[in-house]
């Protein structure tokens, strides 16, 4: 297997491209449970404005390069998430994307989550961190389970898809967990 490395970096106003791409995937929205599409337009001004301060915006999402060792030249291969911060509780929610096919199950996902942790609970200071993923969801639970995260909790028939609706899983990772892990 070729080494790699993962780099976690700010948006750019070239992501344009490939978040578009990647916010319009209908196979994407079973996951992000979004119903429309998003304009050039929206996402253009959601850059603009990703410099604000976490605190300001409850929100933060970092893009995640991939530097393999061979030419070293990095290749945007998905983002990541913090949501709903609440600064009084410590926590947020987490998610992940990796955007091509191509680059999933490859251990690309598990770097980038592992480093964004440390940052999360090395610099950010957050005491957990919690996610919602589908029962039939079963890359996404093994790559949070094997990083520590339990799950604590299940919506029953939590997501509609098609004519039947789907169990939701919650699963939560407190820093000592973490700490304990890495």
């Known amino acids: 297997m070729n080494e790699f490395e993962i780099r976690l970096r700010a948006l750019e106003p070239s992501d344009l491209d490939i978040l578009y791409k990647w916010e319009n ?31 300001q ?70 005491h957990q961190v919690y996610c919602n993923i589908a029962e039939g969801n079963e890359e996404s639970l093994k790559l949070f389970q094997n990083l520590g995260f339990e799950i604590v909790g299940v919506k029953k028939e939590w997501l509609k898809r098609q004519n039947k609706y789907e169990d939701e899983y919650i699963l939560q990772l407190l820093k000592d967990w973490w700490v304990e892990e890495s």
């Open 25 to 55: 995937d209908p196979e994407v929205w079973k996951v992000s449970h979004t119903l429309t599409p998003y304009s050039k337009y929206i996402l253009q001004k959601y850059i603009e404005n990703s410099h604000f301060d976490i605190y």
């Open 57 to 126: 915006t409850r929100q933060l999402r970092l893009m995640i390069d991939l530097i393999e060792s061979e030419d070293k030249k990095p290749v945007t291969i998905g983002t990541i998430d913090l949501f709903d911060f609440d600064p009084y509780n410590n926590r947020a929610g987490i998610g992940i994307l990796i955007g091509d096919k191509s680059h999933r199950k490859k251990g690309y996902a598990t770097a980038a989550l592992k480093q964004f942790l440390d940052y999360v609970f090395n610099t950010l200071q957050l």
